[in-house]
């Protein structure tokens, strides 16, 4: 698309190419046909101007030549007329020479005109052939333009034509698997669904497994359905953990089946089941979830996610590979039980081992206790022993000193002491 001004209003307007092209081409043709009008005018009056200049450059030489003459003649005459013929046949010559001179330009003139006339037609002529060759290009340029504009429009319509009969294939592909997938859930749903088929061939393919609806939340979350079947002695031999979704083409917010994988793996292992399978009808466009079981145990140990169809297959091929693997259980509790009285007696002679070591282990720490507590009596009484010796000896100390005690000795150094004695000593004799 081009923007044109427009020279009267000022206004901007958009054409297209076929447009633009056309008001170009008018465009170069006005403006070709004025110049060419313009030349022509231009060269009509240079050479009218170049006629008119060289007939009056001619008059004016010739009436002042001819005044000239005149004069001389007039002079002539006065003076000779002898001569008169003479100047008059010089006359003659000069009028024929100056003819054949005027003839000459004038000639001149026309050949000059003439090769205006030349150029300017070879100039309108290569003016004519190159406007040509550009009408000729443009001609060539919007037939090219035309050939890719329709060249794309059919190469888009053909593109168009292929995604829609895609689409429609992909619709119909789908319709189909609805229909096959819900023929049988019209007025149910998709947990109803999936316990219909199995009660279907609960009697006769599963007659020891229960499949009841999960209704324990004690833990804050629960599957749809849980799958366990036992063999004949009561031995668990598979369960499997269910989690059924469906979604209307109407919803707003589509699901996705990657947003519900972390919490059955949870309610799987709350629910202490061995498998988790997601029946989902959600995704119904990805190829990844349509092409039949799909294993997403690189996620989520022990997990798949199926259609309704592989409902059935999904629990018939984990129930075979689980009785599979139950003969080698068999087995392995079959040599358990065989060597279950060396395992017993191994088990007696490492309790007996335990506890006589226990048993060692406390008589030992008491002995050392009893042996730690008899040297500590001893230092005790060493002590005391130690503390009686001394007292001992105080005593003797204190026994001898008392002996050594007299009434002069007390008395020593106390004069009042003495007089007092000495009093009593009096009054007794």
Do not use: W
């Not at 060539?140 to 034509?161: F, G, P, Q």
């Amino acid at each position: 698309m081009h923007e044109i001004r427009c020279p009267k209003c000022g206004n901007m307007f958009k054409v297209d190419e076929a447009g633009y092209a056309d008001i170009l081409k008018q465009v170069r043709d006005h403006e070709f046909t004025k110049e060419l009008h313009d030349r022509e005018e231009l060269f009509k009056a240079d050479k009218n101007n170049a006629v008119k200049l060289v007939e009056e450059q001619t008059k004016n030489a010739f009436s002042n030549e001819l005044a000239k003459r005149e004069a001389e003649i007039a002079a002539l005459k006065a003076n000779k007329e002898l001569e008169l013929v003479t100047l008059k046949a010089k006359q003659e010559l000069m009028l024929t020479e100056f003819q054949s001179e005027t003839n000459a330009k004038v000639s001149g003139l026309e050949i000059q005109l003439k090769s205006i006339e030349a150029e300017k037609k070879l100039a309108v002529t290569e003016a004519v052939s190159k406007a040509e060759k550009e009408r000729d290009e443009l001609r060539v340029e919007l037939a090219t333009k035309a050939n890719e504009s329709r060249l794309i429009e059919t190469s888009l319509k053909d593109k168009y034509e292929s995604e829609i009969r895609s689409k429609d294939e992909m619709i119909a592909y789908y319709k189909d698997m609805k229909a096959k997938l819900s023929t049988k859930m019209i007025g149910e749903s998709l947990e109803q669904h999936c316990e219909i088929e199995f009660n279907k061939l609960r009697a006769t393919a599963f007659p020891n497994a229960y499949f009841e609806k999960d209704n324990d939340a004690r833990s804050g979350s629960k599957g749809d359905y849980i799958y366990r079947e036992n063999d004949e002695s009561g031995t668990e031999v598979i369960s499997i953990m269910f989690e059924m979704k469906n979604e209307s083409d109407g919803t707003a917010s589509k699901h996705k089946n990657e947003d519900f994988l972390r919490e059955l793996d949870k309610d799987r292992i709350e629910k202490k089941c061995e498998y988790a399978v997601l029946v989902s009808l959600l995704e119904a466009d990805n190829e990844l979830y349509n092409n039949g079981i799909l294993d997403v145990s690189h996620r989520f140990a022990k997990m798949y996610v199926v259609r309704p169809q592989f409902f059935i297959p999904i629990i018939t091929i984990l129930r075979n590979a689980a009785l599979n693997s139950m003969k080698y259980k068999t087995e392995l509790a079959l040599v358990k039980s065989q060597n279950i009285d060396i395992t017993n007696f191994e088990d007696n002679i490492n309790k007996f081992k335990e506890g006589f070591a226990r048993n060692y282990d406390l008589a030992s720490r008491k002995f050392k206790t009893a042996i730690d507590e008899i040297d500590k009596t001893i230092d005790h009484l060493q002590k005391t022993k130690e503390n009686l010796l001394a007292s001992e000896n105080n005593l003797r100390l204190a026994n001898n000193k008392a002996e050594d005690l007299t009434v002069k000795r007390l008395t020593r150094g106390n004069p009042t002491l003495v007089a007092k004695f000495n009093e009593l000593k009096t009054d007794t004799l």
